[in-house]
């Protein structure tokens, strides 16, 4: 158990729909990284939430976008679903910080099929 | 870009056997590096981590890995591996990057332990 938990477990959506995923972080960490896992790969970054706002983003288009929460807990929304966002996703907490070195800690994550 | 390198993909070894998983990065700065296991229907969690210091630091469950900075190595070893090793391993590099720090993963290696 690493005290970061996400909601739900399992997920299937259309084409084109839209999706939020939920990320409760571990106490006392204040920031909150979201990873793609496709099948047969590593996580990929999305971004990074740090006091409510976004501080760092990956190769991922707009319509990935987040939000996190003043108790640190955070969303990810996906608009206009593609085939190619089904993977594992994947939320991890920290607590970042000057002269913090990170360890982050994962949740199970979602997994999203887009059919 | 950074990049992390995983050498094997997927091993096979009997337990008692002895490991060594290969690790290579790309990346010019200061690094913290992390191998992450992920056991079947778990999630994600911390073997060890190289900060600063001994480059040769030890984990759990019998695991070690050596930083070698020169070869931008971070290899995995284990003198003695379990069936209950059986896992996807996963090389991960923190970059500081303007600002935020964000994990870099590897493409995993599946570890299969016949007992």
């Known amino acids: 158990e690493t005290g970061v938990t996400q909601s739900p477990t399992h997920l299937i959506k259309t084409r084109g729909q839209q999706v939020t995923l939920r990320c409760s972080s571990q106490s006392g960490h204040n920031t909150v990284s979201w990873y793609q896992q496709a099948l047969g790969q590593g996580p990929q970054f999305i971004f990074q939430?740090?006091?409510?706002?976004?501080?760092g983003r990956g190769n991922f288009p707009p319509r990935f976008s987040g939000l996190q929460f003043p108790n640190y807990s955070s969303e990810l929304n996906v608009n206009a679903l593609e085939l190619d966002d089904s993977a594992l996703y994947l939320c991890?907490?920290?607590?970042?910080?000057?002269?913090?070195?990170?360890?982050?800690?994962f949740g199970q994550g979602t997994r999203l099929t887009v059919v | 870009a950074q990049s992390v390198s995983q050498h094997n993909h997927h091993v096979i070894l009997s337990e008692a056997a002895s490991l060594e998983l290969g690790c290579n990065y790309s990346?010019?700065?200061?690094?913290?590096l992390f191998w992450y296991v992920q056991y079947p229907g778990q999630h994600l969690q911390l073997l060890l981590k190289y900060f600063s210091g001994d480059p040769l630091v030890k984990g759990i469950k019998g695991f070690e890995a050596e930083f070698i900075k020169s070869k931008f190595s971070f290899n995995l070893r284990n003198p003695s591996v379990q069936w209950s090793d059986t896992a996807e391993y996963f090389c991960?590099?923190?970059?500081?990057?303007?600002?935020?720090?964000?994990?870099?993963f590897g493409t995993g290696t599946r570890l299969l332990v016949s007992p």
């Open positions: 990346y010019g700065g200061t690094v913290n």
């Open positions: 991890a907490s920290s607590l970042e910080g000057r002269g913090s070195n990170t360890e982050a800690f």
């Open positions: 939430y740090y006091r409510e706002e976004e501080n």
């Open positions: 991960v590099v923190c970059v500081l990057n303007s600002g935020f720090q964000k994990l870099v």
